[in-house]
Each structure stands twice: as structure tokens, then as C-alpha cells.
């Protein structure tokens, strides 16, 4: 998961580009860059670290131009650890390619042998957001040989990566001389949006939260399949480029619950809504497990379960308390060593405010659980905090099944609900009574609130894949080419190194 930006303006846009960066963080902290460019050369400054560490007075002076492309970087292909995998990502040819990416091809390691077998072209590092900018950067070469770069050209090319490249993918790219290029691929798995200024200036994001929040009015979703080809004097082309049969409108759903920030809106669907949506069906689901009369108090676990948890509250009757307090400021768990460390960390991380459940029957309501390990050392928390019981709910279905579109999600083995049955998970949490959203309720209340969509992606959920090529020796290739720091984060305690979309 990540985010991205682009800008086409008439004045300087590295200042424009870090606002939005910071408004998309929630999308990633792992890595961060900018590239701008002036007179057909490009401008670039990248490195690991969150935005505000990764650009200092320096290197924003370093980025002039009136166009330019931004990431953050949460990293689920490729080597984390390595700097030259944070983007955005440069090749000279054809005409010189700059390119964002948010998702994860499914079809990368094939795609790196055709590239070097028949399209004769290097890739250099192991992510496969380099291997999408080398597809299409052959695929352009390819439809201008001979002729001259215009939209039609470069719907052409972007029609051609959509026939060969398989997963998700919102792609931004700037073409030295020419313009800015944005596309999705034909599900629309992962967001992109674009808007306008008063002065016409064009800018292209993950989620609205970014247009709004540097003075944009929103336009529309980048619809899927779409590709828009926005010259240099801000003039937007727009073209279908996928074959409509493989056009499917199904987003993750996964966006809604937790990655995305509640004041966004994707796909026409307000984040803020679907989650109190969550919270309305989960309360029907909880009366039927956990009678509302021996619930004290409604506690939140900070911070996207929040909207879920007060309509929860307030459908059931029962007060809705801030009992945990988390600290933004805690090092990601991942990266020390040994359990003990891990466990200490989270307790940092979330410090139980104790008047809220001494001697109280209080139920904790969570966005998703993953892992499990977090849950547990949370409800263990509030029994330590003096509660009576504790009840866990929580706004997403199990998650059973890995995630292969973007979301680092681990193999199926490390997923707590995972050959288990609920009260199997509960056992292992500790709590007093577990309660799971229904898969098919949650696709029906998020859904309602577009009913033009043909459905969602919630194969961590149902193990439907939404592409309909992923099989299971696709995901253990997949988890072959996981990120380098995979083996420290397979044993990370705390879901809440996830970025937390209410922290942008």
C-alpha cells in the first residue's frame, strides 16, 4: 500500500507535492520521494523515512519545475530496506519516464523474464512497481516508433500494459516534454482521483483527502481501466483503455475499513460512512452473542475503529468511552529485537486509561484483526486495568486468506482465524466473547452507498481474487519476492505498525 501524488501547474509545485504527501502518510512511512521537472530534465530526491525527515530545506530547494510526481511508500514487493526502491523510478527511454505506483502486479516474475528475454530491457532492483514502469516504457517505444508522442500513442501503450500486467495498479507518470500520464487498472482495486484548482492547476491522488486538503476541488475517480494524458498546458485527455469485458468496477473493501483516512472518499463512498455503516450491522451481529444489558461501556481501539464503535454505542444504548491512549510518536515494533521488546512496544504504543474499565464488563471494538497477537495483549491489558470481562468485536470479518493486491498481509499460516473456528480465536485472544462482522453484511453496507459498483475486492476475507488468476502457487511466489524485513515483521507482535489511516 502507498500513496501518490502528481501536479501539472504554471508555478512551482515541490511545496504542493510535500502538503499532499503529508496528507497521504497514513499510506506509508517506509520511504518517501518527489521528482519535478524544468525544461525537460528531471529533478529527483527520495530515501527511507517518513516525509517530514526525508525533505529538509535543501532538497526542496533542489526540486524546481512546474510539474512533478510524489509516493509514500508502505513496502509489500521488494527489498524495504533498500533506498533505491523507494520511488518514484527513472528510465531515459523512451523520451525519459518518471512513475509512481500504488498496488502489487501478481505477474511480476514473468514480466521480468519477458523484459529480458523480448523487450531486451534491465530492471535493477526486486520491486515490481520498476518492472511496471519498464512494461510500459517498452510498450511506448513500441506504438511511437517512427512517429511522433501524442495521447493516442500513449493510450495505446497504456491499453498494452493493461493485456500484459496482472494486479492491481494506480499508476502516475510524467513523460519529459510532454505531460502526466494517470491510469488504473481495469478492477479499480486501488484508489485514484483527480481535481482542479481555482487557476487550473490539475492534480492526481490516492484519495480526495489530498485534494481537498491543498485548496482542490475534486473532479471524479480515475475510473477503472481509465487513463488521462494531462499536457503540459493542464489540458486533460481521457480514454477507456482496457477491453470492456475485463472492466470491473471492484474496489478493496479493505480500504474503507482501515487503510484509507474516514475524510476521504472513494468510488463515490464516504470511508467515514462505511465505518459507521460497520458499526450499525455489527451491532445486529453482537445482540445475538452478548445480550447489550451485561455491557458496560463501548472502548474503541485506536483509531479507525472509531465511527464503528460509536454507532455501535449508540444503536445498543450503552456509553461510548476513549479508554486507550495511544502514542503516535513509538517506533514501528518490527524492527526490534526479541518478543519481550515487541510486547513492551505495544504497551507503549497503547496505555489504558483505568477509571474507564475498573470493575466494568466493557466490550473493545477493533477495525480488523489480523494476527491476533495485538488483541490479545490488549484485552490482557484492560483485564490488568481493572475490567470485570472483556468482549471483543470487530468491524471486518475473519481475515483468513492472504492479501495479494497491495496490503501486507501475512501468509495464511500467521492469520489467527486461519483453520480456526471463532471460539478457537477467542480462546487464543483471551476474551470473554469474540463477535466478527458477516463478509456478505459487509459487502451489503458498504456497497449501498454506490450501488453502481459491481461489487468489492475482499479476497483477505472471502478468497474470491477479483483478477481471477491467482492461485495458490501465485501467492507462494508472491511471498517468495516479499520484502527483505519480511522475516522480522512475520514475527511483529503489534498490528499496529500498520499505518493507521486516522493518524494522516
Known amino acids: 500500500m502507498c500513496g501518490i501524488v502528481g501536479v501539472v501547474s504554471n508555478a512551482p509545485v515541490n511545496q504542493l507535492i510535500y502538503d499532499a504527501l503529508l496528507l497521504l502518510q497514513h499510506r506509508g512511512q517506509d520511504a518517501a520521494g518527489i521528482v519535478t521537472q524544468l525544461d525537460r530534465k528531471f529533478f529527483m530526491h527520495k530515501a527511507k523515512g517518513m516525509v517530514r525527515d526525508v525533505f529538509r530545506t535543501r532538497n526542496m530547494r533542489a526540486l524546481p519545475g512546474s510539474t512533478g510526481l510524489g509516493q509514500v511508500r508502505y513496502p509489500t514487493a521488494g527489498d524495504a530496506n533498500s533506498e533505491e526502491e523507494a520511488q518514484p523510478f527513472y528510465v531515459n527511454a523512451p523520451f525519459g519516464i518518471v512513475l509512481v505506483h500504488n498496488g502489487n502486479i501478481t505477474n511480476a516474475k514473468v514480466l521480468r523474464k519477458e523484459l529480458f528475454s523480448t523487450d531486451h530491457r534491465h530492471t535493477n532492483t526486486t520491486s515490481d512497481s520498476e518492472v511496471l514502469l519498464n512494461v510500459f516504457a517498452h510498450e511506448l517505444d513500441r506504438v511511437t516508433v517512427g512517429g511522433a508522442l501524442t495521447p493516442e500513442t500513449v493510450f495505446k501503450a497504456v491499453s498494452a500494459v493493461h493485456r500484459r500486467v496482472r494486479g492491481s495498479y494506480a499508476v502516475i507518470a510524467m513523460i519529459a516534454g510532454y505531460g502526466t500520464l494517470a491510469f ?141 491512549v495511544k502514542n503516535r510518536y513509538v517506533g514501528r515494533t518490527f524492527i526490534m529485537p526479541g518478543q519481550n521488546v515487541r510486547k513492551k512496544s505495544v504497551r507503549q504504543k497503547l496505555n489504558a486509561i483505568g477509571s474507564e474499565f475498573k470493575g466494568r464488563n466493557v466490550l473493545l471494538v477493533d477495525d480488523s484483526i489480523v494476527r491476533g497477537t495485538t488483541s490479545r495483549e490488549i484485552v490482557q491489558m484492560a483485564r490488568e486495568a481493572g475490567a470485570n470481562k472483556v468482549f471483543l468485536a470487530s468491524a471486518a470479518p475473519p481475515v483468513r486468506y492472504p492479501n495479494v493486491y497491495g496490503i501486507d498481509m501475512p501468509t495464511s499460516e500467521e492469520l489467527v482465524a486461519n483453520g480456526r473456528s471463532i471460539e478457537q480465536i477467542r480462546e487464543l485472544i483471551g476474551c470473554d466473547a469474540l463477535i466478527y462482522q458477516d463478509v456478505d453484511a459487509m459487502k451489503r453496507t458498504i456497497g449501498a452507498l454506490n450501488p453502481s459498483l459491481e461489487g468489492f475486492d475482499a479476497s483477505c476475507f472471502d478468497g474470491i481474487y477479483v483478477t481471477g488468476d491467482v492461485t495458490v502457487d501465485t501467492i507462494a511466489s508472491l511471498n517468495e519476492g516479499r520484502n527483505a524485513s519480511g522475516a522480522e515483521e512475520a514475527e511483529d507482535s503489534s498490528r499496529l505498525t500498520l499505518p493507521n489511516a486516522a493518524q494522516g
Open 184 to 324: 488504473r487498472d481495469p478492477h479499480g482495486i486501488r484508489p485514484l482521483c483527480f481535481g482542479r484548482s481555482q487557476d487550473g492547476t490539475v492534480m492526481v491522488a490516492s484519495e480526495s483527502v489530498a485534494l481537498e486538503g491543498t485548496g482542490y476541488a475534486f473532479e471524479r475517480d480515475v475510473t477503472p481501466g481509465e487513463a488521462l494524458f494531462i499536457a503540459l498546458d493542464g489540458t486533460v485527455h481521457a480514454r477507456q483503455c482496457a477491453a470492456p469485458e475485463k472492466v470491473h468496477h471492484t474496489p478493496c473493501i479493505f480500504e474503507y475499513i482501515y487503510l484509507a483516512r474516514p475524510d476521504s472518499v472513494l468510488d463515490g463512498i464516504s470511508v467515514y460512512q462505511a465505518r459507521l455503516n460497520l458499526g450499525e450491522t455489527l451491532a445486529k451481529r453482537l445482540v445475538s452473542t452478548v445480550p447489550p444489558n451485561e455491557i458496560d461501556v463501548v472502548i474503541p481501539i485506536p483509531e479507525s475503529s472509531r465511527p464503528s464503535a460509536m454507532q455501535l454505542a449508540e444503536l445498543i444504548g450503552k456509553p461510548y468511552r476513549e479508554g486507550f
